[in-house]
């Protein structure tokens, strides 16, 4: 399973890292995507990281103000969020594909994924 954790309260241009931490299976096998969904919005791919943290993928929504990172000693994949806007409020998931991204992390292709994590909420006031 995974286990995301890091969400909280942050003011407009806060930063904020989110983690997801894997048991019971080898994450190194497996890419790392991150999601998000908002109220009321549908789910959107946020970012991703291949098996060996080789290839990355962010939605233009984040680029240049998200990084996504994994370490695969400590089965952890990390998603910090800088210069965070009210807009980037959510839950915020994480999944586990094969062992590449996909070329569009697809908010509506839930079911590519094999593990999925609890989410945890993301505030950004303004």
């Known amino acids: 399973q995974l286990q995301a954790s890091g969400g909280g309260l942050v003011q407009a241009g806060g930063s904020l890292r989110l983690s997801c931490a894997a048991s019971?299976?080898?994450?190194?096998?497996?890419?790392i995507a991150w999601f998000r969904q908002a109220p009321g919005k549908e789910r959107e791919g946020v970012s991703c990281?291949?098996?060996?943290?080789?290839?990355?993928y962010y939605a233009d929504s984040v680029k240049g103000r998200f990084t996504i990172s994994r370490d695969n000693a400590k089965s952890t994949v990390y998603l910090q969020m800088n210069s965070l806007k009210p807009e980037d409020t959510a839950v915020y998931y994480c999944?586990?594909?094969?062992?590449?991204?996909?070329?569009?992390?697809?908010?509506?292709?839930?079911?590519?994924?094999?593990?999925w994590g609890q989410g945890t909420q993301v505030t950004v006031s303004s």
């Open positions: 990281i291949s098996s060996r943290g080789s290839s990355t």
């Open positions: 019971g299976f080898t994450l190194k096998n497996y890419a």
């Open positions: 999944a586990a594909t094969g062992l590449w991204c996909p070329t569009v992390v697809d908010g509506k292709r839930g079911a590519e994924y094999d593990y």
